[in-house]
């Protein structure tokens, strides 16, 4: 069986861009820290934001592929973040305005909000596994 690595009732492993969080980080004027986030999976060397467009279509049924290593993966949704992204991983403390900062960012930067419910507090993309696989630290990201 599958474990279920997101906050969802599919069998989802979840990955977060790190060239997202520093350009949201940018616009910021602060360092954001990854951990912040929470995702199973760092992807470094894709472009800032380019998950968004993994999920176009999504609403009529489209499946857009993906692989790590061995493990065959179909891209399924974003992550629309909650709260818990505005504390401290370190510290607990609630100290960053991280949703705000995500809404405004992605509205100047012309996103049309996620496929559900049109949210713009999204960072990451969560992906269903199709094979049997393990992803391992330094595995390449492959898509399409």
């Known amino acids: 069986g599958f474990w279920h690595l997101a906050d969802t009732n599919k069998p989802c492993v979840s990955f977060l ?3 997202s969080v520093e350009a949201l980080g940018e616009f ?23 998950e968004l467009e993994y999920v176009r279509g999504f609403e009529q049924g489209a ?3 993906m692989q790590v290593g061995d493990l065959r993966l179909h891209i399924d ?5 909650c709260r818990a992204v505005e504390q401290s991983p370190q510290t607990g403390i609630w100290d ?3 949703l705000e900062a995500l809404d405004a960012f992605l ?5 049309e909000g996620s496929p559900h419910r049109g949210k713009f507090e999204v960072m990451g ?4 596994p199709q094979s049997e696989g393990i992803i391992r630290v330094g595995d390449e990201v492959a898509f399409g």
Request: proline content about 9%.
């Open 28 to 50: 910021m004027g602060t360092s954001v820290d990854p951990r912040r986030f929470r995702m199973n999976v760092w992807v470094k060397g894709l472009p800032p934001w380019c």
């Open 17 to 19: 861009n790190l060239a």
């Open 107 to 111: 509205r100047v930067w012309g996103y």
């Open 125 to 128: 993309w969560l992906a269903i």
């Open 77 to 81: 949704d974003l992550c629309e973040r």
């Open 96 to 98: 960053v305005k991280i």
């Open 63 to 65: 499946q857009y592929p």
